[in-house]
């Protein structure tokens, strides 16, 4: 555990990127979006081409599609694997099972606790000094 001086640095510092990365928020916001503009531009292209596209000052380059594998015969899967391994494995979003079950079967087969992540938000206590330019 850090020294109380050594805390009170870190979450100084902590607090002042926070700070910083919001005031970007816009930017990335704008970044992003032109992302999806120029992914769009190359929509109905061949999957596996890649792509450079000239600007004045910037190139990008636009890489071919990603491989994404998906199982398409689940039944064979689960043959193959037998009923034991498969429901090992299996994995089932817990939003098809709110939207197929009703809310009183969910007690005899879900549990919900408080065991996930902390957020962690930075409050500035005094404005934040001008800085030098």
Same mark, same amino acid.
């Given at each position: ?55 004045? @000052?910037?190139?990008?380059? =636009?890489?071919?599609? /990603?491989?994404? &594998?998906?199982?398409?015969?689940? !039944?064979?899967?689960?043959? %193959? ?5 498969? @429901?090992?494995?299996?994995? =089932?979003?817990?939003? /098809?099972?709110? &939207?197929?079950?009703?809310?009183? !079967?969910?007690?005899?087969? %879900? ?23």
């Amino acid at each position: 555990m850090p020294t109380p001086a050594k805390r009170v640095a870190i979450i100084d510092e902590f607090g002042e990127l926070e700070r910083r990365l919001k005031v970007q928020k816009p930017e990335r916001d704008r970044h992003k979006a032109l992302e999806a503009e120029i992914v769009a531009w190359y929509r109905d292209e061949p999957a596996e081409e890649s792509f450079v596209a000239e600007g004045t @000052l910037y190139s990008v380059r =636009i890489s071919a599609r /990603a491989k994404k &594998r998906t199982i398409f015969n689940l !039944d064979k899967v689960f043959r %193959l694997l037998g009923k034991i391994k498969f @429901l090992s494995l299996a994995s =089932i979003p817990l939003s /098809a099972v709110d &939207r197929e079950l009703p809310d009183a !079967d969910h007690s005899t087969f %879900l549990k919900e606790e408080r065991s996930g992540s902390r957020s962690v938000e930075a409050v500035a206590i005094v404005p934040a000094l001008k800085r030098a330019a």
